[in-house]
Every structure is written in C-alpha cells, then in structure tokens.
C-alpha cells in the first residue's frame, strides 16, 4: 500500500513537471511561417508554398511577427 501510495505520488510529480515545460515552451515561443512550413507541407502535401503562406497569414494575421488579435491557441479553442 505505501509503495503505490509513492509510487503514485512520484508519477503525479513527473507528468505534472513534464506538462509544465511543454506549456512554458509553447508560451514562450511564437511560432512563425519558417517553422511551420514542414508541417504545413506534410498536411497539405497538394499545395504551394505560396498558397501555404497565404492560409498562414489568413489565420495568423501578422505573418507570425506577432500574436494577431484574431489568434486564438488550440487551448483557447478547446475551452481549456
């Protein structure tokens, strides 16, 4: 009983640890039209780059050199 309680414990600790990083790396870091072309080309393989930049800045407003008032994150979508 008092290993699983630690056990348990410790396993709460690391995903809780782990999710803060990957919340903290997102926040900190904007993402822009360079770093999500890979991305962008592998989900939509048909299309340009041009037209990719084109669907990016119709989302992100800015072209990624700032947050766009009109951006809203996948968490703010969601309701999280």
Same mark, same amino acid.
């Given at each position: 009983?008092?290993?699983?309680?630690?056990?348990?414990?410790?396993?709460?600790?690391?995903?809780?640890? %782990?999710? %803060?990083?990957?919340? %903290? %790396?997102?926040?900190?870091?904007?993402?822009?039209?360079?770093?999500?072309?890979?991305?962008?080309?592998?989900?939509?393989?048909?299309?340009?780059?041009?037209?990719?930049?084109?669907?990016?800045?119709?989302?992100?407003?800015?072209?990624?050199?700032?947050?766009?008032?009109?951006?809203?994150?996948?968490?703010?979508?969601?309701?999280?």
């Amino acid at each position: 009983m008092k290993k699983t309680l630690i056990g348990g414990i410790i396993l709460l600790v690391l995903t809780l640890g %782990a999710g %803060a990083v990957v919340y %903290a %790396a997102e926040e900190d870091g904007i993402l822009n039209f360079g770093q999500m072309l890979p991305h962008m080309q592998q989900k939509h393989p048909d299309m340009t780059t041009e037209q990719l930049n084109e669907m990016y800045k119709s989302c992100h407003g800015t072209g990624g050199a700032e947050k766009s008032s009109n951006f809203q994150s996948m968490q703010g979508m969601m309701g999280i």
